[in-house]
């Protein structure tokens, strides 16, 4: 804790939909900058339900502002802080089309209070998605006017003119040992529900990598809404489709990992997913027709190329030589989790000193 001459407060921002596991561990991860870092933690969660909160891991004490409604609350809460207040923007994807244009003034009216009080203003590792002229310009505003503003890939930097490079912050989610290599025998799949399904060029390809990697194929689900998608994989590549159902996300979490630990391979479109399972020492794989760029760019900035492959070009032989030239890259993955894991903990530990700095 930090020594303090009177009271000190801080205001995190930790919305997300609790049936996304991926938006979970990165919210969960800003809030541990957040931590101690004041003698109030303020967290605004949005409409988020119970088991949100849960997820977050949220320490007791803790304000907790609920919905939309809790908005001015915030802002009331923002502006009467003591002297220093710090305040943390919540990691991820970062909408700037028309029609967030109000938004991004609130956003930067908070950045101003902040600073005008002699506070921190911390925006954790993002992504900027579909920018448009005004938005993108009230947001530069709100970047520049923050001590510490982080960028999870080059083309948002380039875009956003200002702050710096750092890696996804679901990178600092905890390294595990998983299982050893030789003992690891499963090829995981998990794709997004809401795309269409792949052809029958892209499931041969899957099914005869596996065959020949003497892999067992197993689908699983790391956000709710892909779970129909998962089943109908496990029935087209003839894997084992494990279900989230009923199960609490926070052992669905856990399990999801200890199956990260045993396989060798993940496929999927899914950041987190891939995220977590390059921490549990699997080797991530994006192999789907026409990839959006957020992937590659994210794992790029750890120094991880080369992991994804469009497969709209129907081509099994194309996919299945990718596939065999991706297997043997677990050690290449290791080195550049680590080095992500580092870089995470420094800037963990700058904030640390600006703080202390500041407050002295």
Avoid at 2 to 13: D, I, P, W, Y
Avoid at 277 to 303: C, D, H, M, N, Y
Wanted: some cysteine; proline content about 6%; aromatic content about 6%.
């Amino acid at each position: 804790m930090f020594a303090r001459r009177g009271a000190t407060r801080s205001l995190v921002s930790l919305t997300g939909p609790a049936g996304n596991i991926g938006d979970a561990l990165i919210r969960r991860e800003t809030l541990e900058w957040a931590r101690e870092t004041s003698t109030e933690l303020i967290a605004y969660t949005g409409s988020a339900p119970d088991v949100w909160l849960r997820q977050l891991g949220m320490p007791e004490g803790a304000v907790v502002l609920r919905s939309k409604r809790s908005v001015a609350r915030w802002l009331w809460l923002l502006a009467t802080a003591p002297r220093h207040p710090i305040l943390i923007f919540e990691a991820g994807e970062i909408p700037l089309d028309r029609g967030n244009e109000l938004r991004e003034l609130v956003f930067l009216l908070e950045t101003l209070i902040a600073r005008l009080k002699g506070g921190i203003v911390i925006r954790p590792p993002r992504g900027i998605r579909a920018p448009s002229r005004l938005p993108l310009t009230v947001h530069r505003l709100a970047a520049r006017a923050s001590q510490i503003t982080l960028w999870r890939d080059a083309a948002t930097l380039s875009i956003a003119r200002c702050g710096r490079l750092a890696p996804d912050i679901g990178f600092g989610a905890g390294i595990r040992g998983g299982q050893p290599w030789q003992e690891r025998s499963e090829l995981l799949v998990s794709l997004r529900g809401t795309r269409p399904m792949p052809d029958e060029a892209w499931v041969r390809a899957v099914r005869e990598y596996a065959d020949r990697a003497g892999l067992t194929i197993r689908t699983i689900v790391q956000v709710r809404e892909d779970e129909e998608r998962a089943r109908e994989l496990a029935d087209a590549l003839g894997g084992t489709f494990e279900p989230w159902g009923t199960t609490d996300p926070l052992a669905q979490e856990e399990l999801l990992r200890e199956r990260y630990d045993g396989a060798r391979m993940v496929i999927s479109d899914r950041m987190h997913v891939l995220v977590l399972a390059a921490l549990s020492g699997a080797v991530p794989v994006e192999l789907v027709p026409r990839p959006t760029a957020k992937i590659t760019e994210a794992f790029a900035a750890i120094g991880y190329h080369g992991l994804s492959l469009d497969a709209a070009s129907g081509d099994t032989h194309e996919m299945t030589t990718f596939l065999d030239s991706q297997q043997d890259r677990a050690p290449e993955t290791a080195a550049c989790v680590h080095e992500a894991e580092k870089s995470l903990t420094r800037i963990h530990d700058e904030i640390r000193t600006i703080i202390s700095r500041v407050r002295a």
